[in-house]
T-cell receptor, first 112, second 114 residues
Framework: KAGVTQTPRYLIKTRGQQVTLSCSPI?????VSWYQQTPGQGLQFLFE???????NKGNFPGRFSGRQFSNSRSEMNVSTLELGDSALYLC???????????FGQGTRLTVV | GQQLNQSPQSMFIQEGEDVSMNCTSS?????WLWYKQDPGEGPVLLIA?????ELTSNGRLTAQFGITRKDSFLNISASIPSDVGIYFC??????????????FGKGTLLTVNP
């Protein structure tokens, strides 16, 4: 069974640009969660989607948004990028519960 | 937001030694999870705990869900070089939207000297 796939693995963007990251969950998994990982703040929850509905959202500005498609694939978008948005963005998928999530390898975003 | 206090921040040990790390919270959690992350990879779930007082093992790893539901411990016995990595605790609060997010500790960096 294929694991969680995140694309791209690495990304370099300029301040002010926007970016879209993609996450393909394990087949059959309907819950997708997104996390931001930085050396200073650690792993911070962004949002979680289940059956195309956002069930919970973390404390991030509105520049961070996400969505989930009918095939459970999810995207997150960050608009008007700031230097502080440089981080490893991780998604985790599970059947229905974040407690049993499996993480992808992440997308390393660098904002210059 | 909710924070988990994980300690120690880092450990440098000799191969064969046992290791202990823990997480504490000011809030009650209904689930405690322990992950390991290798460089350039996503976290991998090691052990999941769902009941207060629960003690669960996975090979040389043993974790416990504290009776107060505000803490958890992870022990690694007879460490080997491949145990090197960052270990994270994570908890899930109960109720409403909290059911659908994990709160992570800052991690324990483990270095094993062969």
């Amino acid at each position: 069974k294929a694991g969680v796939t995140q694309t791209p693995r690495y990304l370099i963007k300029t301040r002010g640009q926007q970016v879209t990251l993609s996450c393909s969950p394990i087949s059959g998994h309907r819950s997708v969660s997104w996390y931001q990982q930085t050396p200073g703040q650690g792993l911070q929850f962004l949002f979680e989607y289940f059956s195309e509905t956002q069930r919970n959202k973390g404390n991030f500005p509105g520049r961070f948004s996400g969505r989930q498609f009918s095939n459970s694939r999810s995207e997150m978008n960050v608009s008007t990028l700031e230097l502080g948005d440089s981080a490893l963005y991780l998604c985790a998928s599970s059947l229905d519960d974040t407690r049993r999530g499996f993480f992808g390898q992440g997308t390393r975003l660098t904002v210059v | 937001g909710q924070q988990l206090n994980q300690s120690p921040q880092s450990m440098f040990i000799q191969e064969g030694e046992d290791v202990s790390m823990n997480c504490t919270s000011s809030s009650i959690f209904n689930t405690w999870l322990w992950y390991k992350q290798d460089p350039g990879e996503g976290p991998v779930l090691l052990i999941a705990l769902y009941k207060a007082g629960e003690l669960t093992s996975n090979g040389r790893l043993t974790a416990q869900f504290g009776i107060t539901r505000k803490d958890s411990f992870l022990n690694i016995s007879a460490s080997i070089p491949s145990d090197v990595g960052i270990y994270f605790c994570a908890g899930q609060l109960q109720g409403g939207g909290s059911n659908y997010k994990l709160t992570f500790g800052k991690g324990t960096l483990l270095t094993v000297n062969p």
